[in-house]
């Protein structure tokens, strides 16, 4: 097998388990890939007229439908229950958020960046963890 074929067959997207007390369950958050990551990024800019914003509403939720998964790595929810979710425990998606900030390396600079593009005009996100 070559170098390349190796590196694309690589298991690189970890996984850890997260015990949700408020619904008795045991989920698992996942590693996001780079296509991934880049798409809910850009989800969080929103073009307002001439003006750019960063979009917060349901943060947490939009975030949790790509993350949690099955021990397989398999997502539990698709983008359309961001809403649903949204109305869940704001402590359990707190906790779900912060794993996955951890795991992907989201962090207050990515957001912070991103607010600086809306400020300065610029249409997409940093991507700089």
């Known amino acids: 097998m070559s170098l390349r074929d190796e590196i694309l067959a690589a298991d690189d997207l970890p996984r850890e388990p997260l015990v949700?007390?408020?619904?008795?369950?045991?989920?698992?958050?996942?590693?996001?890939?780079?296509?991934?990551?880049?798409?809910?990024?850009a989800s969080n800019v929103r073009q307002k007229g001439k003006a750019t914003e960063f979009h917060r509403a349901n943060l947490r939720a939009r975030l949790a439908v790509l993350v949690v998964c099955d021990a397989d790595g398999k997502r539990l929810f698709s983008d359309e229950d961001a809403t649903a979710l949204g109305r869940k425990s704001g402590a359990a998606l707190d906790r779900i958020f912060d794993l996955a900030n951890r795991l992907n390396r989201?962090?207050?600079?990515?957001?912070?960046?991103?607010?600086?593009?809306?400020?300065?005009?610029?249409?997409?996100?940093?991507?700089?963890?």
């Open 20 to 41: 949700v007390k408020e619904w008795g369950k045991t989920v698992w958050v996942r590693t996001l890939s780079g296509t991934e990551r880049d798409a809910f990024e």
């Open 106 to 129: 989201l962090s207050e600079q990515t957001q912070e960046d991103a607010e600086k593009n809306c400020e300065s005009g610029q249409n997409a996100p940093s991507t700089s963890a």
